[in-house]
């Protein structure tokens, strides 16, 4: 039976892939699970293994394309299996039939909206996320000018922004757009804490001395955040089409500075890796962000995701939430601070913490336990102890 092969989705957010090359050449047979293609999205180089067995097909799409997602691509046949006949389509230069006129004497059809040089926007033929791109980027649609049929605006066309707005990758591009978006129609608030972090140096000093890994202090949040999540499992809801889900399980978002610019990427049950296995899955995380290689398990969603400027010299920040995510750890600097020990001052090491929320789906009530037992187990390390995670 014939296989087709689509753009997949990688992550909530994503709604477009860009195809770097094909791994199998048409005419090639292929088994399930060989590596078929490489796709570029806003956050990674993932390399997508064949959904099926059979002989590449019916390639329609090329290196450097960039389609929606759920496009088909191509097709995977068995030995002597024909391309299946496509779906038949209306021809756009045909006649329609004109669609029956409901008439209101109290109000009038509005008129299309013009766009500034005074073409009708309402009669450019665009996919709808064409559209959005474009009026996200200011770039006015001008009728028959997109490169798909029949002069059709497709996403790909709005992929790379006019030649005197150059400036940014795609994946920059499309980055910008994520957070313009969640900026405006999700509803922030914050929650912020100051760690004693005394402890917390020590008990990184006794780590690094007792397994000879290098453990940071990002290593230590991505233990103590996925303890705190599993005590919190209400952190995991999220706001999807209206509505609150709950995300099964801990996995925890790392935020990752790369060349490509700021890529997230999640890592499942942290609290449950002993050091050498945290340190060594971190490091390989970053590196394979990095180098534009993450994984698919890398892009699976998280509940919540660090991110941590402390290595900048950062003191504290507030940061905005990732799609599909109900909040989000801003971490900045150990910094010696005075504060108050026993009614006298002392200078301490401190950590300042802000944890944004969604407040459609989180309140101060529900998100400042989260945050109070994060602060405890830094502050504590050994309380951790008797959830079994401390080695």
Not at 3 to 32: C, D, F, N, Y
Not at 246 to 262: D, F, P, Q, S
Not at 287 to 312: C, V, W
Not at 358 to 379: K, T
């Amino acid at each position: 039976m014939a296989v087709e092969v689509i753009m997949p989705a990688l992550g909530l957010a994503q709604e477009t892939g860009r195809l770097l090359r094909w791994i199998k050449q048409e005419g090639e047979e292929v088994s399930r699970g060989d590596p078929l293609m490489e796709i570029e999205t806003d956050k990674s180089t993932v390399e997508i293994e064949a959904p099926g067995k059979g002989v590449l097909s019916g390639v329609r799409v090329q290196a450097g394309e960039e389609v929606e997602v759920g496009t088909g691509m191509a097709w995977l046949l068995a030995p002597g299996e024909s391309l299946p006949a496509p779906e038949p389509t209306r021809d756009a230069s045909a006649p329609a039939t004109p669609a029956p006129q409901v008439s209101s004497p109290e109000k009038a059809s509005p008129a299309p909206a013009a766009g500034k040089d005074g073409h009708q926007q309402a009669r450019v033929a665009a996919s709808p996320l064409a559209r959005r791109l474009a009026r996200e980027s200011g770039v006015v649609l001008r009728p028959g000018g997109g490169g798909g049929p029949q002069g059709a605006y497709l996403a790909a066309d709005l992929a790379n922004p006019p030649a005197a707005a150059r400036g940014m990758d795609s994946a920059r591009r499309r980055m910008a757009i994520h957070t313009t978006q969640v900026w405006t129609t999700t509803p922030h608030f914050y929650l912020g804490r100051d760690v004693r972090a005394r402890r917390l140096r020590d008990w990184r000093g006794a780590l690094r001395q007792r397994s000879g890994q290098p453990v940071t202090v990002t290593d230590l949040l991505l233990r103590t955040v996925g303890a705190a999540l599993r005590e919190h499992p209400e952190m995991s809801d999220y706001w999807k089409d209206g509505e609150i889900h709950h995300r099964e399980g801990v996995a925890v978002g790392l935020a990752i500075a790369t060349t490509r610019g700021l890529l997230l990427a999640t890592l499942r049950d942290p609290d449950r890796l002993g050091v050498t296995g945290l340190v060594a899955a971190r490091g390989e995380l970053v590196g394979r962000a990095q180098a534009g290689k993450l994984a698919r398990t890398d892009l699976e969603p998280a509940s919540i995701t660090i991110s941590n400027l402390g290595m900048f010299g950062v003191d504290h920040f507030q940061a905005i939430l990732t799609e599909g995510q109900s909040s989000l750890l801003a971490v900045g600097r150990i910094r010696d601070q005075v504060i108050p020990i026993d009614g006298q001052p002392a200078v301490e090491p401190v950590l300042s913490l802000s944890l944004t929320c969604d407040h459609r789906v989180l309140d101060g009530a529900l998100a400042a336990p989260f945050l109070a037992a994060l602060v405890e187990y830094l502050e504590e390390p050994a309380l951790l102890l008797d959830l079994g995670s401390v080695s």
